[in-house]
């Protein structure tokens, strides 16, 4: 095994931007929308094509494949010591369904780039170094959001997230074993396995990195976010005949809910993050009355106390504006604040600094799979900035200096860890 600092610089130097950059180019490709984005939702033909391009490129590169119960994908580089637990780099592939190039792909492909620049530069690491895709980060097809890492985690039970099902009916168990037919991988994961350090490199998704001039956010940890799906059950009628001391509008009651709630979630200081995403309305035809809405919320802050004094009050909320119809409010997810491994943050610090990247301590107010890593070994995060801050958006865009840094600076912390 080279001296730590030899094999630091030779590995760092060893990335690759435009190698890197046409990955990006490449996965972007599967899924593309026509109007510069992607939809790569998860467990999708197109998640399972990407997943396949993944398991290709790993095998060019001489590395190996598991994959656990729920997706999640883990490629392995070998170490000197086999038997040691292995530093993970990743992020995830699938997508929003307006999404763009970045979110996720660049996790995944600056850690590739770390484990092909090791190749390159000749160099063997104490413990092996991996790269894992977690499957359906997003959310968006099947809820909640960070499913695979959580079931990884034992924060979600497999069974639960196997059965639930996307606005088609499609279970998760149904759709994942069509995107493991698509991208076969003998080898099986459990969850848990342990892991020596986890690290993810993101597009910070706001910003604050391009508008203070930093390439590189030192990532102090993810804030807290409750999910809940509100059902609201009504009465279709007759929109002509029917008066409105008949009714049971389960729109009209659906609506009064959100704007009480918007009022409740409304702070000056501008923290907390309140979303109504999605809101579908039955039989959503003009001259009936709604029967039945199914709306979403995804509420999210820094501080715990916030998260549960209002997050509790959603559903007395919801019951309080029900005028004639039922409600059913279900919490989906319950993520408290997550802190970063001091000893990871102050790595990701030292390789910023000692690479000369502009870099700065910041908080992430996207949640991401290493949220529920941060709870089995010693994680952290590396954010580079993307083009005012736009993602979950076809415009989201990054520089490939800008990743190429990130993937460098990933680079220095995954091999000082690995060398431990
Ligand atoms: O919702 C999130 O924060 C992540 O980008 N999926
Ligand atoms: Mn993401
Ligand atoms: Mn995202």
């Known amino acids: 095994m080279a001296d730590d600092a030899v094999s630091v610089t030779a590995v760092v130097e060893a990335v690759r931007e435009n190698r890197l950059w046409q990955r990006h180019m490449d996965i972007a490709a599967i899924g593309a929308t026509g109007r510069g984005g992607v939809n790569r939702q998860a467990l999708t033909p197109e998640d399972g094509q990407a997943r396949r391009l993944m398991l290709e490129w790993a095998s060019e590169l001489g590395f190996t494949a598991s994959v656990d119960a729920i997706g999640n994908l883990f490629i392995r580089r070998a170490g000197a010591q086999p038997a040691s637990d292995p530093v993970v780099a990743g992020s995830h592939l699938d997508s929003q369904p307006t999404g763009g190039n970045f979110d996720g792909v660049f996790g995944v492909l600056a850690a590739l780039e770390v484990l092909e620049a090791a190749n390159d530069a000749g160099v063997v690491t104490g413990r092996p170094l991996e790269l894992v895709v977690w499957t359906n980060e997003e959310g968006a097809r099947f809820q909640p959001a960070t499913m695979?890492?959580?079931?990884?985690?034992?924060?979600?039970?497999?069974?639960?997230?196997?059965?639930s099902s996307d606005s088609d009916g499609v279970t998760v168990e149904q759709a994942l074993a069509g995107t493991l037919k698509a991208a076969p991988v003998p080898v099986r994961r459990d969850f848990r396995s342990p892991m020596a350090a986890y690290v993810e490199a993101h597009i910070e998704q706001g910003p604050v990195l391009e508008s203070t001039g930093n390439t590189i956010g030192v990532v102090t940890g993810i804030q807290g976010l409750r999910w809940f799906q509100v059902e609201v059950g009504g009465e279709e009628a007759?929109?002509?005949?029917?008066?409105?001391?008949?009714?049971?509008?389960?729109?009209?009651?659906a609506v009064a809910m959100v704007t009480k709630l918007q009022a409740l979630m409304f702070d000056e200081s501008d923290t907390v993050r309140f979303t109504v995403g999605r809101f579908e309305v039955a039989p959503n035809s003009p001259n009936t009355i709604p029967g039945r809405v199914v709306f979403t919320i995804d509420f999210r802050h820094?501080?715990?106390?916030?998260?549960?004094?209002l997050g509790d009050r959603v559903e007395?909320?919801?019951?309080?504006e029900a005028q004639d119809c039922t409600v059913k409010v279900v919490e989906t997810m319950?993520?408290?604040?997550?802190?970063?491994?001091?000893?990871?943050?102050?790595?990701?610090?030292?390789?910023?600094?000692?690479q000369a990247f502009r870099h700065m301590d910041m908080t992430s107010g996207a949640t991401h799979d290493a949220k529920f890593m941060a709870g089995l070994c010693p994680s952290g995060m590396i954010f580079v900035p993307c083009e005012s801050g736009v993602s979950h958006n076809e415009a989201e865009n990054a520089s490939a200096a800008d990743l190429a840094a990130g993937a460098r600076v990933l680079a220095e912390v995954a091999i000082r860890l690995a060398n431990r």
């Open 316 to 320: 007395p909320v919801c019951r309080a």
């Open 334 to 354: 319950n993520a408290p604040p997550t802190e970063f491994d001091p000893d990871v943050r102050d790595l990701v610090r030292s390789a910023a600094r000692r």
């Open 148 to 163: 695979g890492s959580a079931v990884y985690a034992g924060a979600l039970q497999l069974e639960t997230v196997l059965a």
């Open 238 to 253: 007759h929109a002509g005949t029917t008066p409105r001391s008949n009714r049971r509008d389960a729109l009209a009651a």
């Open 302 to 309: 820094p501080d715990q106390d916030v998260l549960t004094r």
